[in-house]
Each structure stands twice: as C-alpha cells, then as structure tokens.
C-alpha cells in the first residue's frame, strides 16, 4: 500500500490552510485529495468581495482569497491531486480515494486532516404540500449556477432564509438584471451577517420579512407565484396575513451542514448540535491522529477562522507525526451553558495546549449586552462583555495555559450567557 | 442643528453598530466603530457611500463559461446598477489572467473592472459532472 505522512482530504481554504501550516511545521510529505477540477473549494462561486481583512488587511472576493492559499501550496510544492474523491477512511488512517488515472487507490497515512467543508441542507424548510414545478433552487446551487456557469436561473425571485447565501443571491440576482421581490425569514431574525443585510438588500430595496414563511406555490410545470404568510411564536401561518407574490423562481437558504460521511465511517465520534467531530484542543478528532477544521468541524461565517483554525490542525498534526504531541492523560471538559449552544473544542488538555487556546461557539439566540462567563468550581475565569450576539455570529474566548495549569483540579469549564436582553 | 444617523459598518464582518452625529452638514462625532475603519467609513457613508462591484464576464474560448470580475476600486453606490449593466455586454477572450483589466474606466467612474482569477484556453468542461 501506499504510505504518506499527511493526508488532507478536501483542498477548500481549510485544506489548503492546513497544509501550508504542516509544511511550515516541518512536514515533507502532504498529499491533498481534491474531488473537483480545481483547488480553492466553495469560494470558487463565492464572487463577492468581502474575504479575508482579518487574515491579509484587504477585501478580497472568494476566488482571490482562495488563490492566495493556492499560490502558497504550489509556492511550496505541495502535492495534491484534482478529481480525486475520498470514499472511505478507516479507524486505522487508511484513505480509499479513486479517480480517473489511477481508478481505486488506497494509502496509509500518518495522519489525516479532515477538511471536506459543508453541504447545503436539505428542503425540509419548504413544508408545503403540492407539485414542485421547475423553478425552485437551493441558493448554493443558483451560485454555482450565476457565477460559474453563466446561467441566470430566473427573472423574478423570491427567496426563502436569509442566511448569507440567500442575502448574497438577492444581490446577485439583482445585479443580473432580475427582480428580486422580497427575502422572507421564519426566526423572527436574520442567520446572515450584518454587512450583507446592509449591502445585499438594503442598498437596492429589497424587503426582508422577517417571521414569515412561504405558504404556498403556484404553478405546475414552472413556478408562476408563491404566498408568503407571517408565523406566530409557534412558526404557524397566521390567516389572514398571507400576500402573494408573482414569480418564475424560489431559492432556498436553508442553512449548511458539515459533510461528515467519511468521518462517521472511520468511527469519529460526532457532535448532534454541529455535526461535526467531536474535537480536543488540537482539533484531534475521537480517532487518534485524524484532526479536523473548516466548514466540516463547524459551520462558520468567515474564512479567515477558517484558515485560523485549519493552521491550528495542519501545526498539530504535525506535533503528532514528531511523536510529540500526542494525547495526554488529562483533559477538562467544556460545558456550554445557558444560550451557548456548543464549544470546538469539546476538551482541552492544559498540558498538551499551546499558551492559548480559541474556543469557539455559537449562541443560541439574540442577546443584547450579554456577557460571557467562563467559570469552574464556582470560580469566573473570565468574562467578556458583548454589545450583541446573535446565532448567524459565531463568537469566541480564549483559554490561558497558565490559568488552568494553576488549577490541577478542575474537570470542567462551563462557557455561559450572563444575558441582559 | 445636530441629528444622530445610525449605520452598520460593513468595513468588515463584526458589523459594528455606528452613531453618527451631524452638525450644520457635517459630521461632528462617531460612535460604536472598534477600528478606525469604522470611523471612516462612517463619514463616507453619509456623505459619499461607494461600492465594489464584482459579478461575472462570459469568457469566448475558456475552460470556463464566466470570469469573476471586480472593479478595482470603490465605484459610487448609486452607480451600481448602471455598471452592472454594462458589465453584461461584455465578453472576454480567453486566456484571462487574475488582476488583467477586462474592462477601462466603467461608466466614467474612472474605475477599471478586473479579473479575479484565470481562465486557460481550451473547451469548457462539462459543467456540474460532480
Ligand atoms: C453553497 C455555499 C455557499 C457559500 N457561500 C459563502 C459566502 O458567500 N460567503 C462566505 O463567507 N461563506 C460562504 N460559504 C461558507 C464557506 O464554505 C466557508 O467560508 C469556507 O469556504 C469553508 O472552507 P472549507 O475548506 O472548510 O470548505 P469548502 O470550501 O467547502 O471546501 C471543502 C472541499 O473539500 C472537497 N471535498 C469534500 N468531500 C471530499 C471528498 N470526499 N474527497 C475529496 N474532496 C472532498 C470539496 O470539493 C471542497 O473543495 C458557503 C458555503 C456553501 C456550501
Ligand atoms: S468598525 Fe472596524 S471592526 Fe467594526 S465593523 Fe467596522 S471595520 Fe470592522
């Protein structure tokens, strides 16, 4: 069988982060599995600018920031292989990848770097009975559709969710010259980024409804209407609230998933709030030696935490194939508590961390001046005090080695809201 | 005469909440940014707000269908629309290079429209195969 020190499988902004960290880190021998033609992942459809001011101080579209990570990769001669899809991984590290030279293929890896990104969810949103005429995308695939393809799904749009990449359609959509009629949100708030409510619909007009949901779908062969009504506290339809909208299209921003076939086959043990592995604080996965980052550890909003957290992976992984950071006998576990949904990681080890440690989470709802409280036994380690938070935002603390190697008896950190709504 | 103008900053994702006070036409006071990006934004926004454009170029002879494109600065907010339009007349030929001017000077902005990535020449694949 064939052997490699590094696997990475997916060359998305994690993988391709993840593998540029490794080789800093001293790793010579990477291998990269891409399932598509070209490197860089989603942000390929991602054309809008608005990447990567955290990581280089400049806005940059999708394809500019993902070509920087790129160039880095062949800068630094590493391999990797296009049209090559991962099917299977085992507990042991073996990666069963097949593409068209050289058929199925299995290797050996020292380690493996999980970084397969996200999916879009399925339409379980769309809860109504009748036909599904043509006409109705999901917002990820009218992207591929606007940007890659040049193909403009439809005229005039009414699109459901107002997630990022329903907010960054209606612009898109506007921008090729369709009539976007209005965004219609069920939360009474919006999962998407501030930035893009302003500049998607507010600079051109289009309403956003938020509360609502869509009723109703006219046509048999192409989508002729839709009928949106308001939803009371329980997400019910309100009677007597209901308008109708002529349109040709309907677009979906049902939220993402992590993509974690592969990872449940090699028996990674995964969290049901992320669907995504359940981590340490060196991104290692239940499966010694299998590390994970991106959009498939968790869903996130910015690239560049993307990145952050990829070269976190890609320098661990490394530590692990030196043989000198592998798991320790001590690990304290994080609590999320009281409007904290989850924690990545799940558990940190204040031997084996560095001087600090990001923990990453998001909130459960909106909360207006909150404070996040990180305590155990009793004990507030800290507090961080927020102007808002909102669940479409992911938020963070960081952990200090020297404070939890202070305390040799603490099991737990509960993360909390103390909210002030 | 002072009148406060609430925004978000879009300098970045924090999307800061930002207080702008006006006095006799101009702006005396900012408030809420957490970087000085903010502050400036602010000021413009309420003055003079701009805009990059980015959408997509159809590519003759490409591996690709479309290019994505942006202009290389901030094109007036109100422009928006118009360039947009004039971008879909447009056709590249293939090869594009990232950062190769497609298009000079849109609608008089004094603004160039770039590429953002490369297109080689060559038949285009078949789309959506994965
Ligand atoms: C449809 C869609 C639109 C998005 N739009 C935006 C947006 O407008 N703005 C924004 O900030 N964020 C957007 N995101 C979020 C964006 O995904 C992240 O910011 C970032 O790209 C995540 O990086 P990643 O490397 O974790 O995942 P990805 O970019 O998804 O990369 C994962 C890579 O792994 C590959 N892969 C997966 N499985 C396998 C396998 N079995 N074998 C081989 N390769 C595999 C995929 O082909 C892909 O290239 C969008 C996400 C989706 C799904
Ligand atoms: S003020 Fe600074 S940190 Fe806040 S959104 Fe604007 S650019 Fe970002």
């Given at each position: 069988m064939e052997r490699c020190d590094l696997a990475i499988i997916g060359g998305g902004p994690a993988g391709l982060a993840a593998a540029v960290a490794a080789r800093e880190a001293g790793v010579q021998d990477i291998l990269i599995l891409e399932r598509d033609r070209e490197l860089g992942g989603i942000l390929n459809q991602c054309i809008h600018s608005g990447f990567g001011l955290h990581t280089f101080q400049e806005e940059l579209t999708g394809p500019e920031y993902a070509g920087r990570y790129a160039a880095k990769v062949r800068a630094l001669s590493i391999p990797y292989l296009l049209d090559t899809m991962a099917l299977e991984l085992s507990p042991e590290r073996v990666v069963t990848a097949m593409n068209r030279e050289r058929g199925l293929f299995q290797m050996q890896a020292g380690a493996v770097i999980l970084a397969m990104g996200c999916r879009e969810r399925a339409r379980g949103s769309l809860n109504?009975?009748?036909?599904?005429?043509?006409?109705?995308?999901?917002?990820?695939?009218?992207?591929?559709?606007?940007?890659?393809?040049?193909?403009?799904?439809?005229?005039?749009?009414?699109?459901?969710?107002?997630?990022?990449?329903?907010?960054?359609?209606?612009?898109?959509?506007?921008?090729?010259?369709?009539?976007?009629?209005?965004?219609?949100?069920?939360?009474?708030?919006?999962?998407?980024?501030?930035?893009?409510?302003?500049?998607?619909?507010?600079?051109?007009?289009?309403?956003?409804?938020?509360?609502?949901?869509?009723?109703?779908?006219?046509?048999?062969?192409?989508?002729e209407g839709v009928t949106l009504a308001q939803v009371d506290e329980n997400r019910r339809p309100i009677p007597g609230t209901e308008e109708r909208y002529k349109c040709d299209t309907l677009l979906l921003s049902c939220g993402l998933i992590p993509e974690n076939e592969l990872s449940r086959g090699a028996g990674v043990e995964l969290n049901p709030v992320t669907s995504g592995p359940v981590v340490d604080e060196s991104l290692e996965t239940s499966v010694p030696g299998v590390f994970a980052c991106g959009n498939v550890l968790h869903v996130h909003d910015l690239v560049d935490f993307v990145s952050q957290e990829a070269e976190a992976a890609g320098k661990s992984a490394a530590g692990f194939l030196a043989g000198k950071n592998t798991r320790g006998r001590r690990s304290i576990a994080l609590r999320a508590k009281d409007g904290v949904r989850y924690t990545v990681p799940a558990t940190v080890d204040p031997n084996r961390m560095g001087e600090e440690t990001i923990v990453r989470f998001r909130v459960s709802d909106v909360y207006r001046n909150p404070t996040i409280a990180v305590s155990c036994n009793g004990e507030i380690l800290l507090r961080k005090k927020r102007m808002i938070v909102s669940p479409g935002e992911m938020e963070e603390i960081r952990l200090k080695k020297a404070q939890l190697l202070a305390r040799p008896d603490i099991q737990e950190i509960t993360i909390a809201l103390e909210a002030a709504k | 005469m002072s009148e406060i103008r609430n925004l978000i900053c879009i300098g970045c994702p924090m999307g800061c909440p930002l207080a702008v006070t006006l006095e006799d036409g101009g702006v005396s006071k900012v408030e809420g940014n957490t970087c000085k990006r903010g502050d400036a934004y602010a000021r413009r926004e309420v003055t003079n707000p701009t805009r990059i454009l980015t959408t997509t170029v159809p590519v003759r002879g490409g591996t690709s269908p479309t290019v994505a494109v942006k202009t290389a600065g901030e094109v007036p907010k109100p422009l928006l629309l118009k360039c947009a339009r004039a971008v879909k007349n447009l056709t590249a030929e293939a090869p594009v290079k990232a950062g190769q001017v497609v298009f000079k000077n849109i609608c008089g902005t004094g603004v160039d429209l770039i590429a953002v990535k490369d297109v080689e020449r060559g038949a285009p694949e078949a789309a959506s195969k994965r």
């Open positions: 109504i009975p009748g036909y599904r005429p043509a006409g109705i995308y999901s917002a990820g695939t009218a992207q591929r559709l606007v940007n890659m393809e040049g193909y403009l799904p439809g005229k005039e749009a009414v699109i459901l969710g107002s997630g990022d990449i329903g907010l960054i359609m209606a612009r898109r959509m506007t921008l090729e010259g369709a009539k976007v009629h209005v965004v219609a949100e069920l939360l009474p708030y919006s999962g998407g980024l501030k930035r893009n409510i302003v500049q998607c619909l507010d600079d051109f007009g289009i309403p956003l409804k938020l509360s609502h949901t869509v009723i109703d779908i006219q046509g048999r062969e192409r989508v | -």
